[in-house]
């Protein structure tokens, strides 16, 4: 076979392949439109507007009776064409529901603390309406040296019995059963949000509470103030934080945690060597890079909003308080309320019933950073 022949039956193997690609690719074009064709057809027919489907906005164009005549006269010139509401919510994006969205599967709700108050103390469950305890009330200590055939000095200690009743947290929302029924997730979100609910009120009632009423006799309330002892001028937060710590070690305790609000903690952060001038140098608690937990003289932070801002709270949790609980966190339904059955609305309430028990109150400080 001459190198002409081979030539010639290279190019006609070219030429039947390309025919063949080109004949394909027509048939695949044509196969796409009619894809095309019937979907288009199908989102008409499952957007119903009057006694027909929606129409695009170049169907509106072409009907509109003033780009009729504009057409027919040459269409030269500007023209201004006005639709009504209707018209142009036809079109699908003004209504809701028309064009297919994606559901996310998950209901995007507020973030929570990642510690809170509860979360330093012991916590146990009990079965009774109320806690009794006993502990030291004052103790005077006259143990000194002594001589032989002299009367031992006396030493005295006084207790004090304490009770505590529990105290009830609750609150209610209203939902109608079908839409807890439809939407699977909504009865578990609101379930939950009440809970948070309940642990927010919570942390501000273990700091805060005035012990007035219904309320707990919080841990900021019982404990001492901050007395100043080892204040220095010039003593910024890190350094009023240690002072309040010392004032405890004199007293025999061993701190083992410290509450700020979020925005002292923030504070803190931002504190920087005098290096090169005031404020200026190298961060004092590891910079913006650092991952590390929050800590203050080797002790955790707990960072509460529930704690007023410009205020802290250092002590020995471990032993000296504890949380009390019965029956824990309950969450109820019920159609038992006012004309709720006979409307399909559920009441969802949401309550625990807790007690603190400070059993000793010299182990808290309590200071300011002003």
Not at 24 to 34: F, L, N, P, V
Not at 114 to 128: A, P
Not at 238 to 266: F, G, H, Q, S
């Amino acid at each position: 076979m001459t190198y002409e022949s081979v030539e010639n039956v290279l190019a006609e193997v070219r030429s039947a392949v390309g025919q063949f690609v080109t004949h394909q690719k027509g048939r695949i074009d044509r196969i796409e439109r009619w894809i095309e064709g019937i979907e288009a057809e199908q989102a008409r027919r499952s957007l119903p507007i009057g006694s027909g489907g929606a129409r695009t906005l170049a169907e509106h164009l072409f009907n509109h009776p003033e780009f009729k005549a504009y057409t027919q006269h040459n269409a030269r010139g500007k023209i201004l064409l006005q639709f009504d509401a209707k018209a142009v919510t036809n079109l699908g994006y003004g209504t809701a529901g028309v064009l297919p969205t994606y559901r996310v599967p998950e209901i995007v709700k507020p973030p929570q603390p990642k510690m809170r108050v509860r979360d330093l103390l012991r916590r146990y469950e009990i079965t009774t309406g109320a806690i009794e305890f006993v502990r030291e009330n004052v103790f005077t200590n006259a143990a000194s040296p002594q001589e032989e055939t002299v009367s031992k000095l006396q030493s005295d200690i006084s207790f004090l019995a304490t009770n505590i009743n529990l105290v009830t947290l609750a609150h209610w929302i209203s939902a109608s059963k079908q839409s807890l029924e439809d939407y699977g997730m909504l009865e578990a979100y609101i379930n939950g949000r009440l809970t948070e609910g309940l642990l927010d009120t919570e942390d501000e009632q273990i700091l805060l509470g005035s012990g007035v009423g219904a309320n707990i006799n919080g841990l900021v309330t019982q404990a001492t103030a901050v007395a100043g002892k080892y204040a220095t001028t010039g003593d910024n937060y890190i350094d009023k934080i240690n002072n309040a710590l010392t004032e405890l070690e004199d007293d025999k305790y061993t701190p083992d945690a410290i509450v700020v609000n979020p925005a002292d903690w923030r504070k803190m952060l931002k504190a920087k060597t005098n290096a090169g001038g005031a404020n200026t140098g190298e961060y004092l608690l590891g910079g913006p890079a650092s991952v590390a937990e929050p800590r203050l003289w080797g002790l955790p932070v707990v960072t509460c909003p529930k704690m007023p801002e410009g205020s802290f709270l250092v002590g020995q949790f471990t032993g000296s308080a504890a949380l009390f609980s019965r029956g824990g966190i309950q969450v109820e339904l019920s159609t038992e309320h006012a004309d709720f059955f006979i409307r399909n609305m559920v009441a969802i309430r949401a309550e625990e019933r807790i007690a603190l028990a400070v059993f000793r109150p010299a182990a808290f400080r309590f200071g300011s950073f002003a």
